[in-house]
Every structure is written in C-alpha cells, then in structure tokens.
C-alpha cells in the first residue's frame, strides 16, 4: 500500500491555466505539507496543514490555493500558471507538527511543466 | 535564520569504497538533523535523524551521521558504497517557523555517483 500518494505523476500545460493536484496519505497523520523542488533541485516548503488547519504559509503566492477536505488529504490548487511554476511538487505528511515526532514521510511527486 | 550547506555538489565514489557527505547547519538552538535520500524520479526517503543523545547515528541501508555541535556538522557516512546507492542525498534541520511551528529547511543536495 502506498503511504503517500499524488495525482497525477506528470502535468503539462500551458501558462494561464489553472491545475490542481491531489495527494492522499493513509497513514493516520494529523499533519501534511507540500513541498516545490526546482531545477536545481532546491527543496523548500510550500505550505503545512495541521487537522484540516494551515499552520505554515511561506510567502507562496496567492495563485497557490491549497485545501485540505480531511486530514488524510491536502490539495494544491494553482491558479493562472506560470513559466516559473515548473517544478516537481511533492507531498509529504509526519505524525504530527511536534519535533519529535516530525518525520516526514514524502509522495513520488508530481512534475509540472508549463509551456 | 536557519540553514543548511552541503558544500559537495556531486561526488563521484567507487563500488565499494567508504562515503562521506558533508552537511554544515546554522541554528541557534540545539538542531533536529535529518538526512533524506531521493533516487531518481521518487519522493525523499528519510535515512536518519539526530534529535539528541547519542552523536552516533545509525540509519537503514548501513548509513551512520555524526554530529558534531562544535563543527556544526553532521556528516553522512558509509563503509562500502553500492552501486545502488547512487542516488541525491539531502541534509535537512528542524526549524521553527516564525509562528512556533516546526519546518524542516534543506540543504541543496549532494548527487552521488557510483562507479564499477
């Protein structure tokens, strides 16, 4: 069974659309994030939600919506695409936002690419 | 604020050959110390974590971290490296964010290549 989970694997679209993607955990997590990995493959935090709540919000900009319906679910919506949105984006959830305890367990990714 | 630098931007390692991926934090408090692997086209695997106790860590696939607060390193390390080790390695930290809650901030990855 897959512990992390995103959909879809691969995106291509053109600038100006508006994308989300899904990531799924089924590890009884209280706590989910989404993380953007660069070209350069520079990894920085995008956004955390903690039982359905935002805890952390890394001066993204607004374009990025995420929501989370449940705990076992955190969404990135994106609005009006850009160029430098291309990246992978990858989920990650840990037990909950308590040092200890914040192992973080990552999803495969998802790579967009907006022409 | 916090950071992580993993000076090494590739390095090139024989099969067999013992491995060392160094990994220097700025923090001011006592750091939470993580090393991450990321094979080709997957997600971050976590491969060890020092919060505190002993400086010798030991993680999966043989690897072992030291810390060393007076270097402010924590320095990835294995005795004989695979060819299936061949893969990006991330050093990360604890940190707190500016409304109390903890993010992890990554270094800039370290490639490692494996040759027969």
């Known amino acids: 069974d897959t512990a992390v989970s995103q959909t879809p694997k691969y995106l291509v679209t053109q600038m100006g659309n508006d994308k989300s993607i899904k990531c799924e955990q089924n590890?009884?997590?209280?706590?989910m994030y989404w993380y953007k990995q660069d070209s350069k493959k520079f990894l920085k935090i995008m956004f955390s939600?903690?039982?359905?709540?935002?805890?952390i919000n890394e001066t993204v900009p607004n374009r990025f919506s995420p929501k989370s319906p449940d705990k076992a679910h955190l969404n990135l919506h994106i609005n009006s695409l850009e160029l430098g949105d291309s990246a992978v984006y990858f989920c990650?959830?840990?037990?909950?936002?308590?040092?200890?305890?914040?192992?973080?367990?990552f999803g495969p990714g998802t790579r967009l690419t907006v022409l | 604020a916090q950071s992580v630098t993993q000076p090494d931007i590739h390095i090139t390692v024989s099969e067999g050959a013992s491995l060392e991926l160094r990994c220097n934090y700025s923090?001011?408090?006592?750091?939470?110390l993580f090393w991450y692997v990321q094979s080709p086209g997957q997600g971050l695997q976590l491969l060890l974590k020092?919060?505190?106790?002993?400086?010798l860590v030991q993680g999966i696939k043989g690897f072992e971290a030291e810390f060393k607060r007076s270097q402010s390193s924590f320095n990835l390390r294995k005795p004989s490296v695979h060819w299936s080790d061949a893969a990006e390695y991330f050093c990360?930290?604890?940190?707190?964010?500016?409304?109390?809650?903890?993010?992890?901030?990554f270094g800039t990855g370290t490639r490692l290549l494996v040759s027969p």
């Open positions: 990650a959830s840990s037990q909950d936002m308590l040092v200890g305890n914040n192992e973080q367990f």
């Open positions: 590890l009884g997590h209280d706590t």
């Open positions: 939600y903690n039982n359905k709540e935002l805890i």
């Open positions: 923090y001011g408090a006592t750091p939470y």
């Open positions: 020092y919060f505190s106790g002993d400086t």
């Open positions: 990360a930290v604890g940190a707190i964010t500016n409304t109390g809650f903890q993010k992890l901030v």
